[in-house]
Antibody, heavy 114, light 112 residues
Framework: EVQLVESGGGLVQPGRSLKLSCAAS????????MAWVRQTPTKGLEWVAS????????YYRDSVKGRFTISRDNAKNTQYLQMDSLRSEDTATYYC???????WGQGVMVTVSS | DVVMTQTPVSLPVSLGGQASISCRSS???????????LHWYLQKPGQSPQLLIY???NRFSGVPDRFSGSGSGTDFTLKISRVEPEDLGDYYC?????????FGAGTKLELK
């Protein structure tokens, strides 16, 4: 059974950092480009970042460029999202997914508030 | 950024009926490699999105043939025939031809 399990979400103050993890199982993780997608009631679904199969290529939406870092460890079947300098507008449910969206995690809530 | 205009916002349907959702992009979604990266997802209440159709018209594994996708360039359609209760929820299109990837705003399929 394919599973993507996110962890690391929570409540954080503006300007602080948080690191999300996504543990994959049930498929050949190293064969898939991966992504993070976030969702809010007001903005809907919003692509955040993607990473290639080997991790050598990364892509970000402009609003998170320079603040967020996507990475992966194929030996651990895990991808990460390091989020620095968090802002209130980063508050959302964050989903881990394969780049095409074949598989999705259950989502993890990130709340940025003082 | 590519703007994805999805219509309608809400779509009341009868069980057993047909539904059609449109997604239009602000620029062509044909990639330089010739592929068109337009995909469709369903998000049921309280769940994560699930892939239905990839690259315009290809049904993902396990997706019933009641779901079909069509279109080209900037104009795309998802059709659902013989709507069943498990088809209700929010439908989204996504373009992954151009960075940043962008989603449509969603269409809520609900019972009439």
């Amino acid at each position: 059974e394919v599973q993507l399990v996110e962890s690391g979400g929570g409540l954080v103050q503006p300007g602080r950092s948080l690191k999300l993890s996504c543990a994959a199982s049930g498929f050949t993780f190293s064969n898939y480009g991966m992504a993070w997608v976030r969702q809010t009631p007001t903005k809907g679904l919003e692509w955040v970042a993607s990473i290639s199969t080997g991790g050598g290529n990364t892509y970000y939406r402009d609003s998170v460029k320079g603040r967020f870092t996507i990475s992966r460890d194929n030996a651990k079947n895990t991808q990460y999202l390091q989020m620095d300098s968090l802002r209130s507008e980063d508050t959302a449910t964050y989903y881990c997914s394969t780049n095409r969206g074949d598989y999705w995690g259950q989502g993890v809530m990130v709340t940025v508030s003082s | 950024d590519v703007v994805m205009t999805q219509t309608p916002v809400s779509l009341p349907v009868s069980l057993g009926g047909q539904a059609s959702i449109s997604c239009r992009s602000s620029q062509s979604l044909v990639h330089s490699n010739g592929n068109t990266y337009l995909h469709w997802y369903l998000q049921k209440p309280g769940q994560s999105p699930q892939l239905l159709i990839y690259r315009v018209s290809n049904r993902f594994s396990g997706v019933p043939d009641r779901f079909s996708g069509s279109g080209s360039g900037t104009d795309f359609t998802l059709k659902i025939s013989r709507v069943e209760p498990e088809d209700l929820g929010d439908y989204y299109c996504l373009q992954s031809t151009h960075f940043p990837y962008t989603f449509g705003a969603g269409t809520k399929l609900e019972l009439k």
